[in-house]
């Protein structure tokens, strides 16, 4: 595991945006892995920017979103279609037909998630999985207790998730109780994988991932057997906790990054 500390949360951003943007440019196609909530707004500012700027183009990219709300219709200003269509989609040249999330008001959810798993793999799988971290160490929407084989699957969002995610909703009662995710397996089959993590409210949730055990009760614990991971992790949600042990180093981020 690797980890990159960022000085602030626009580094952070700016480091990943490279990161990508990089494996976009130098790929003859590739399917990434995407996600919502607050961390990714800023990556996805800077993709934005830089496609504008110097038109990186995202013809031969296909995008899987980890989850979506359960009752959401894609309209819905709080599902993760519509999120994805205003801070990204929108504003790049990705093809539509190439742009994937699960459907959160399939009359059959259980078959929408056994079509979104084989989707995943029948295209290939994913190259890079962009990931954030839940305070309960959650990842796409993988509760704490989720197995460690679990794919593409329906879930009860944990009262905790509801209340952290009602700030973008009107109340609680609003937040969906139910949402499709890929599961744990799902996403550590990716190739690569890039968590972020930022802030003073994510310190604890980062300093368990660095130094507990590795246990389905803490979902994201599992990363640290993924072959391929990078954290990009802000001061703030590093603190001062974290120490060196074996398997993580830290390194600061590419000075090139704060262009
Ligand atoms: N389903 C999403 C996750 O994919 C996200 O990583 C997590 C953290 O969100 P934030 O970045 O807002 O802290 O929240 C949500 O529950």
Known sequence: MKIIKADNYSELCRTAAKIIIEKVTHADKINLGLATGSTPIGLYCFLVDDHLRNHTSYHHVKTFNLDEYVGLHPVDRNSYHYYMREHLFHHLDLLPENIYLPNGISL??????????????????????????????????????????????????????????????????????????????????????????????????????????????????????????????????????VHRDGSTFLVACDPESRQ
């Open 108 to 241: 059959d959810l259980d078959a929408e998630c056994e079509q979104y798993e084989s989707l995943i793999v029948n295209q290939g799988g994913i190259e890079l999985q962009l990931l954030g971290l839940g305070r309960n160490g959650h990842i796409g929407f993988n509760e704490p207790g989720t197995s460690f084989q679990s794919k593409t699957h329906v879930v009860a969002l944990d009262n905790s998730t509801r209340k952290a995610n009602s700030r973008f909703f009107d109340s609680i009662e609003q937040v969906p109780q139910h949402a499709i995710t890929m599961g744990m397996e799902t996403i550590f089959s990716s190739k690569e994988i890039l968590l972020l993590v930022s802030g003073e409210g994510k310190a604890g949730a980062l300093q368990r991932l660095l130094e507990g055990e590795i246990l389905e009760e803490f979902p994201a614990s599992i990363l640290k057997k993924h072959p391929n991971i990078t954290v990009i992790a802000d001061n703030a949600a590093i603190g001062s906790n």
